[in-house]
């Protein structure tokens, strides 16, 4: 007999479902930050290359979150021997824009060319062509950039393609060009 009114008791305590136990302040809910969304895509994975002294285009679908465009573009590039030890490494960041909430980006890349290393194929702003963007290629070992002698030795590059919107949140893919076994 004790224990049903002791029973009901800490029930009572309980929070009950829907019911909010700890009071909103609608002030701090406008402070918060907003991560937002991001989702990229490699679009024609199915393309084979033969050389990495080739120009090849690479296609992404990328979205974000309402109101989180305008979001970044950024290639990383690893330069591999053929034990796949790494030669070299670098970042080309803001290589494109991303302005709309869903939208196609197109890249050009030169892995042997480091002065044009990529390009913005389809931008969206006045039709002109965006010049090809350096990469500048760091060696593990030392601060400077490597000699053209070293990425001559390059078996395989591994490409990290980046979506950052401009409010948090981001979006990583790699691929790997690797003429040995002529693919990606």
């Given at each position: 007999m004790v224990m049903?009114?002791?029973?009901?008791?800490?029930?009572?305590?309980?929070?009950q479902r829907g019911g909010?136990?700890?009071?909103?302040?609608?002030?701090?809910q406008n402070n918060a930050a907003v991560t937002c969304f991001s989702e990229l895509r490699w679009i024609n994975g199915n393309q084979k290359v033969y050389s990495l002294n080739s120009t090849f285009s690479l296609s992404f679908f990328s979205a974000v979150g309402s109101g989180c465009a305008t979001a970044e573009l950024r290639v990383t590039a690893i330069y591999l021997d053929a034990e796949e030890n790494v030669i070299?490494?670098?970042?080309?960041e803001n290589?494109?824009?991303?302005?709309?909430?869903?939208?196609?980006?197109?890249l050009e890349f030169k892995p042997m060319v480091l002065l044009e290393?990529?390009?913005?194929k389809n931008s969206l702003r006045g039709g002109a062509q965006p010049a090809p963007r350096r990469l500048?290629?760091?060696g593990p070992e030392q601060l400077t950039e490597v000699s053209r002698n070293e990425t001559d030795r390059a078996y395989s590059v591994r490409l990290e393609v980046t979506l950052l919107p401009r409010n948090g949140?981001?979006?990583?893919?790699e691929i790997r060009v690797d003429p040995r076994g002529n693919r990606f």
């Open positions: 049903t009114p002791l029973f009901l008791f800490l029930f009572g305590l309980m929070p909010a136990t700890v009071p909103v302040n609608p002030t701090s070299c490494s670098g970042s080309v290589i494109a824009q991303v302005d709309q909430n869903a939208q196609i980006t197109i290393f990529v390009r913005w500048a290629c760091i949140g981001m979006s990583n893919l």
